[in-house]
């Protein structure tokens, strides 16, 4: 009896060893997961801001950059990447605000503005206030 019994409580550590042997690297992955997706988030609005830079230099609004093929695409794989994009133009089409969610505890949402920000939403980037991110 207490050779099954050993048996038994060796198969037993063996088995956990290798189930935390193996769960570590996957915490670690999914991690390093959030973090490069986060980058991509940021690397597309920062790619956003320069086309909407771009637009405004050739029409001097931004009213219709959301029409454009290459805003369409940034927007589309933000989306895909389930980051919540939402582009906010004001009425007179002189400025523009992009906003993201990002995988952080600590920062929830990534913007761009037509002020050339980049960073965390403080002012929300929304029509109830000034359409900026800071």
């Known amino acids: 009896m207490n050779v099954l019994k050993d048996k038994m409580v060796r198969f037993l550590l ?3 060893i290798v189930l935390v042997f193996y769960s570590i690297p996957l915490l670690i992955f999914k991690d ?9 988030i940021k690397e597309d609005l920062n790619q956003l801001s320069i086309w909407a830079q771009l637009y405004n230099n050739k029409y001097r609004t931004y009213q219709g950059i959301e029409n454009n093929e290459e805003v369409k695409k940034l927007v589309d794989r933000l989306n895909s990447l389930q980051a919540d994009c939402q582009l906010v133009i004001s009425e007179r089409g002189d400025r523009f605000c992009a906003k993201t969610k990002v995988f952080d505890k600590k920062i929830k949402n990534w913007c761009v503005d037509s002020f050339k ?6 002012n929300n980037c929304d029509y109830g206030k000034e359409i900026k991110c800071e």
């Open 14 to 16: 063996i088995v956990f």
């Open 32 to 40: 390093m997961q959030k973090k490069i997706i986060n980058l991509e």
């Open 117 to 122: 920000y980049s960073g965390p939403t403080v």
